[in-house]
């Protein structure tokens, strides 16, 4: 059964950092994109970055660029975001998924897989 575990979250001050992890099984997550999303209360769920299948391909949104890293361990079937400088803005749960598709999409509906998520909190 394909999965998606996400971990890493936690209360930051706002510059801090974290490493969110997701944790692929059931499937080979190598040979398709995964993105990460978001989700704040009130808020509708927003594409932040994806990984495209070969891992070479990456995009991000326009908030978070130069600040969030992603990428993807092949080996371990896993997917990360490097979140640096956090702002109170990047609040939020953070999801990843994929539609099972080689390229990436920053569309909601073409994601058919997702994690439990993990939460983001920035604050002083």
């Known amino acids: 059964q394909l999965q998606f575990v996400e971990s890493g979250g936690g209360l930051v001050q706002p510059g801090g950092s974290l490493r969110l992890s997701c944790a692929a099984s059931?499937?080979?997550?190598?040979?398709?994109?995964i993105a990460w999303f978001r989700q704040a209360p009130g808020k509708e769920r927003e594409g932040v970055s994806c990984?495209?299948?070969?891992?070479?391909?990456?995009n991000y949104i326009d908030s978070v660029k130069g600040r969030f890293t992603i990428s993807r361990d092949f080996a371990k079937n896993m997917v990360y975001l490097q979140v640096n400088s956090l702002k109170p803005e990047d609040s939020a749960i953070y999801y990843c998924?994929?539609?099972?598709?080689?390229?990436?999409?920053?569309?909601?509906?073409?994601?058919?897989?997702w994690g439990q998520g993990t939460q983001v909190t920035v604050s002083s």
């Open positions: 990984i495209g299948r070969s891992g070479g391909r990456t």
């Open positions: 059931g499937f080979t997550s190598g040979a398709y994109a």
């Open positions: 998924a994929t539609g099972l598709s080689s390229s990436c999409s920053g569309s909601v509906s073409e994601y058919y897989y």
